[in-house]
C-alpha cells in the first residue's frame, strides 16, 4: 500500500492552523497512524486509529479520515509543532510510511 | 516507564553482517510485537520488519528490500529482540529504530469493533554504517 503525504513541506506561523493529507492507494479502514519526528530524535506517535489521539498529545492536535484519505490538522501551532510529520499504514504488510511533512517557521 | 533500547550499531564492509539488539522494559515483553524502522540520512522512515509475540505465532515480516538477509528473532527470556543483518549494501546504512506495536480491539456494539495497531514507544536508534 503505498501512502501519498501532501505537501512535502510548508511554512507556518505560530497560532496559525495547517492541514496535512495522507493518501493511500487503497482502502485501509481506519487503520492510520501520524508520528511527529523532530531533528536528532525519534519518532513519536501522536495519533493511532486514525482520529484516536495519544496520552498526553495536545488536543490542538487532531485526526480524522478513513478509508484512503485523512488529514492531520494542527490548531494554533505553538513553537514545538515545528517537526517532521509521517503518516503509516498498519493495514496491512509491508507496513508503509508517507514521505513525511516538513512544518517550518514562516 | 515503557522502553525500547537498541544497541550493535557499528561501521561495517559490504557483505558484511551485522546483529542489532533491542531490549525493552517496563512492559510484559513477551506479550509485544516489535518492529523495526530505518531511517537514511536526511531520508524518510522506511519499514524493515516485524516479528509478533508468540500468542500471535511469532511471525516475521519482512521488507522487500531485506528479505532473505534480514532475520527478526527475539528471546523473551531475556527481553531482548534481534534483527539479524547479512550481505549488507551501502543503502543499507541508516539509523534502525526498535519500536514496540500495540494492538487495541475495542467492542463498540452490534457486531463493530475499532482496530487500531500503532508504533510506540521508539527507541534512540542505532547507526548503521556500510562502506568500504
Known amino acids: 500500500i503505498q501512502m501519498t503525504q501532501s505537501p512535502s513541506s510548508l511554512s507556518a506561523s505560530v497560532g496559525d492552523r495547517i492541514s496535512i493529507t495522507c493518501r493511500a492507494s487503497?482502502?485501509?479502514?481506519?487503520?492510520l497512524n501520524w508520528y511527529q519526528q523532530k531533528p536528532g530524535r525519534a519518532p513519536t506517535v501522536l495519533i493511532y486509529g486514525a482520529f484516536t489521539l495519544q496520552s498526553g498529545v495536545p488536543s490542538r492536535f487532531t485526526g480524522g479520515g478513513s478509508g484512503t484519505d485523512f488529514t492531520l490538522t494542527i490548531s494554533n501551532l505553538q513553537p514545538e509543532d515545528f517537526a517532521t510529520y509521517y503518516c503509516q499504514q498498519s493495514h496491512s504488510f509491508p507496513r508503509t510510511f508517507g514521505q513525511g511533512t516538513k512544518v517550518e517557521i514562516k | 516507564e515503557v522502553q525500547v533500547v537498541e544497541s550493535g550499531g557499528d561501521l561495517v564492509r559490504p557483505g558484511r553482517s551485522l546483529r542489532l539488539s533491542c531490549r525493552g522494559s517496563?512492559?510484559?515483553?513477551?506479550?509485544?510485537?516489535l518492529s523495526w524502522v530505518r531511517q537514511s540520512p536526511g531520508k524518510g522512515l522506511e519499514w524493515v520488519g516485524s516479528?509478533?509475540?508468540?500468542?500471535?505465532?511469532?511471525?516475521?515480516e519482512y521488507a522487500a528490500s531485506v528479505e532473505g538477509r534480514f532475520f527478526l528473532s527475539r528471546d523473551d527470556s531475556q527481553g531482548i529482540a534481534y534483527l539479524q543483518m547479512s550481505s549488507l549494501k551501502t543503502e543499507d546504512s541508516a539509523v534502525y529504530y526498535c519500536?514496540?506495536?500495540?494492538?487495541?480491539?475495542?467492542?463498540?456494539?452490534?457486531?463493530?469493533?475499532?482496530?487500531?495497531?500503532?508504533?510506540?514507544?521508539w527507541g534512540q536508534g542505532t547507526l548503521v554504517t556500510v562502506s568500504a
Open positions: 516479528i509478533s509475540s508468540k500468542v500471535y505465532g511469532e511471525t516475521k
Open positions: 517496563g512492559f510484559t515483553f513477551g506479550d509485544a510485537g
Open positions: 487503497q482502502g485501509i479502514g481506519t487503520d
Open positions: 519500536t514496540r506495536e500495540v494492538i487495541l480491539s475495542r467492542y463498540l456494539g452490534s457486531g463493530n469493533y475499532y482496530n487500531a495497531n500503532w508504533l510506540d514507544p
